[in-house]
């Protein structure tokens, strides 16, 4: 079994924070990616473009800044979590959406503030497929979790309803349903950790 570990993520790997946003998403851009010998597929190209400028940015929600990667001991990345404090998230929002408007299939104006200005988010997570069912989901979960208790912050995350694993592992780390959440045009379940 691989030895992993956490690196801050830095400009050099919005690639990576790209295809993190992506992924949490429903995209399958990393599963296209990687069957194509890790090379962006042409039909993804400007998609991941702006997904790009988007982690590149230090104002955004998806911004470098606030990605941990998980590496292998050959540097290698295994997954990602992007987390933040919920300060200026509806600055952060319009910003990030601005740059992705012409990606977006739903309306950014009726969806409700994933996370409140006193709690810290955990927002997009992925773990690469063939290092998925080895815990780094679990310890991507744990570093965020330890991320907000530093900040003495509650912890909050949206669950999609029909992704069942995620809420078992949700649930296992101590996070309990705390109502529900309209983005991305869905109904999310909103769950909490308090502090």
Avoid at 4 to 24: R, S, Y
């Amino acid at each position: 079994m691989p030895v992993f570990h956490f690196e801050k993520a830095t400009p050099g790997d919005a690639l990576q924070v790209a295809l993190i946003m992506a992924e949490a998403v429903g995209d399958d851009i990393m599963e296209r990616t990687i069957a194509n010998g890790g090379r962006i597929p042409d039909t993804d190209k400007e998609r991941m473009e702006k997904l790009c400028q988007v982690a590149l940015r230090e104002d955004t929600l998806y911004s470098y800044l606030h990605c941990t990667l998980v590496r292998t001991a050959d540097g290698q990345t295994a997954g990602g979590l992007i987390a933040y404090p919920g300060d200026d998230y509806i600055q952060r929002r319009t910003t990030t959406f601005d740059i992705v408007r012409d990606l977006i299939q739903f309306d950014t104006e009726k969806m409700d503030a994933e996370v409140q200005p006193h709690e810290f988010y955990l927002d997009s997570m992925a773990v690469w497929p063939h290092y998925r069912r080895q815990g780094i989901a679990r310890k991507l979960m744990q570093h965020g979790i330890a991320l907000g208790k530093e900040a003495k912050r509650p912890v909050t995350l949206a669950c999609a309803p029909d992704n069942t694993g995620a809420h078992r592992l949700y649930t296992s780390l101590g996070f309990h349903d705390a109502g529900k959440l309209f983005i991305f045009g869905e109904d999310y379940i909103r769950m909490e950790l308090p502090f």
